[in-house]
């Protein structure tokens, strides 16, 4: 009976590593899922453990758990792969094969959702996410081509199953979802051309874009981000939680990448996020504002302004009449000042089309937008005065007459200096302002205070311009002026030329008096004594 007791109790058997070592000896997977996710190595959360993964050490441990006889250090592996953030709730399935000359990392293809039954599909799912939290090394295109092979596929299947929309996104998968975004997107970006003072002259038109390395896979991550925010599919209460001001602000950040091609998903993205998460609006509008504050008064030096004025175009389209005093704020203190960069001729059309939405929601802004662009007006840059130009002339047509009254004087004081430029488009485009039926009317209507102020810079240059189409356009608004009031026209004439006769003999009568200071400076060279002059 002895022995018929003893026979029923479990043998021992021999185990080919260390016995310390709970992972070695653990011949099936289940048993060396629940080592490796024990908390080994002072509780370190580590990664799931596929099933199918027999015959092979498996898992990533990132304890300081043993793998066979060979130590893996804590927080080390492969130097082409690393997976951030990574918590109990964030794993996935990375594969160790032993080999001759050390350890490679690879990752394990999943089954096809097609080859597993519905029930299994959403489990399939959040696995393949899991995977996918593994990041690469793009700098060296020849390290884990397989594995960098593997999880793109593995993305593109994530794509297509969101978009066919075969299951509703609980909170389970979107917290998921949300790593796996934030794992891919969420990194240092590489440094811009333009932060190089070395480069102050770089033209982003004619030089090419830099571009990301890593795009094959952000691309299809950005895609899959964007189809997840636009299903009907996603519930926008259930997904703020995850979606949330740490998660906008990230994605914001995101916009200083030197890559076009990311800003330009990031645009359509944060412009999906601001209309279907109406809580984020007012934080949304926030943060923007304060990337313009920070662009504006510190750096001067960002890449994104054009994409993030775009968006703020269409948001601006859908501001309620009559304006809050918020929006009023938001167009005085980060977009007018926005003209005073450099490097204003990046983001001008996006910045221009703001301004003009401004102005139609209320006509009573121009008089403020006119007096912003005069205060920030360029002295020594032809082409920012061209441009400015260019936003004047959108600025009137959008004007009533009562508005323009307020700021007429200063504005064609402003408009005369342009004409009278050394630069011939300044000087064009300054009187292209004439072939604007709208803006012509307005100055003809006030033109008993304008041409005053513009006679002077319009007779200098039909007494000689250099350049022939300057001097031709110069002709014509004479002409214009002329035949629309020619006694007013007579009369600016005859006072500009009592003007002239004054400057002339102010001139002569310094030149006499230089002319006398040379003869007594020459007739007392060396006699030392000093000379008053009257």
């Known amino acids: 009976m002895i022995k018929q007791i003893l026979g029923r109790l479990p043998r021992n058997r021999p185990s080919k590593a260390d016995g310390s070592d709970p992972i070695a000896g653990s011949n099936s997977a289940g048993g060396l899922e629940a080592a490796v996710t ?88 959040i696995k393949k996410l899991n995977l996918c939290c593994v990041v690469f090394d793009f700098n060296d295109p020849t390290k884990n081509v397989k594995e960098k092979e593997v999880k793109r596929q593995t993305l593109m299947e994530l794509v297509e199953f969101l978009t066919s929309g075969n299951g509703k996104s609980t909170e389970p998968v979107m917290e998921e979802i949300s790593k796996m975004v934030a ?17 102050d002259n770089l033209d982003p038109e004619e030089d090419e874009p830099t571009m990301e390395p890593a795009w094959t896979h952000l691309q299809i991550v950005y895609e899959f981000l964007l189809r997840f925010i636009v299903s009907a599919e996603t519930d926008a209460k259930l997904a703020k939680r995850y979606i949330d001001h740490s998660f906008v602000l990230r994605l914001l950040d995101l916009f200083d990448s030197v890559d076009p091609r990311e ?52 948001i601006i389209n859908g501001f309620a009449i009559p304006l809050k005093e918020e929006h009023k704020l938001f167009l005085v203190r980060a977009l007018i000042p926005l003209h005073k960069p450099k490097c204003v001729p990046m983001y001008h059309q996006q910045l221009s089309y703001c301004i003009t939405q401004f102005i139609e929601k209320d006509n009573k802004l121009a008089d403020t937008v006119i007096r912003g662009l005069l205060k920030y007006w360029p002295i020594t840059n032809s082409q920012k005065e061209v441009l400015f130009l260019g936003e004047l002339e959108e600025v009137l047509e959008a004007m009533q007459s009562a508005e323009f ?87 600016c ?42």
């Open 263 to 314: 800003r330009e998903y990031l645009k359509t993205i944060l412009h999906r996020i601001y209309g279907k998460f109406m809580v984020h609006r007012p934080f949304i509008r926030k943060a923007i504002n304060n990337i313009f504050y920070h662009f504006i008064l510190e750096t001067e030096k960002h890449n994104g302004i054009a994409e993030l004025l775009e968006i703020l175009g269409s």
């Open 493 to 534: 004439q005859h006072k500009f030329e009592e003007e002239e006769t004054k400057a002339k003999e102010v001139q002569e009568k310094r030149e006499f008096t230089w002319q006398q200071l040379e003869y007594v400076a020459s007739s007392n060279a060396f006699s030392g004594e000093a000379v008053l002059v009257t």
């Open 405 to 491: 009254q307020h700021c007429m004087v200063p504005l064609f004081r402003q408009v005369g200096r342009c004409l009278n430029s050394s630069h011939f488009q300044v000087a064009e485009r300054a009187l292209f302002l004439w072939n604007n039926d709208h803006v012509a009317s307005l100055i003809a209507q006030n033109r008993g205070v304008i041409l005053p102020l513009i006679f002077a810079a319009l007779e200098r240059n039909a007494r000689g311009h250099w350049n022939q189409a300057v001097h031709g356009l110069t002709l014509n608004v004479r002409k214009i002026f002329l035949e629309m009031d020619d006694k007013l026209f007579h009369e």
């Open 38 to 125: 024990s908390g080994l190595g002072g509780g370190v959360p580590l990664f799931n453990v596929s099933n199918n993964a027999r015959g092979g050490v498996v898992g990533a441990v990132l304890s300081g758990s043993r793998v066979g006889n060979s130590a893996v250090p804590l927080g080390r592996t492969s130097s082409a792969l690393t997976a951030p953030n990574v918590t109990a709730s964030g794993r996935f399935t990375i594969v160790k094969k032993p080999e001759s000359t050390g350890l490679t990392t690879g990752l394990e293809p999943l089954p096809a959702f097609r080859d597993v039954p519905n029930s299994e599909r959403q489990n399939l799912f």
């Open 183 to 199: 794992a891919n997107l969420f990194r240092s970006l590489a440094a811009s051309p333009r932060d190089n003072t070395l480069l």
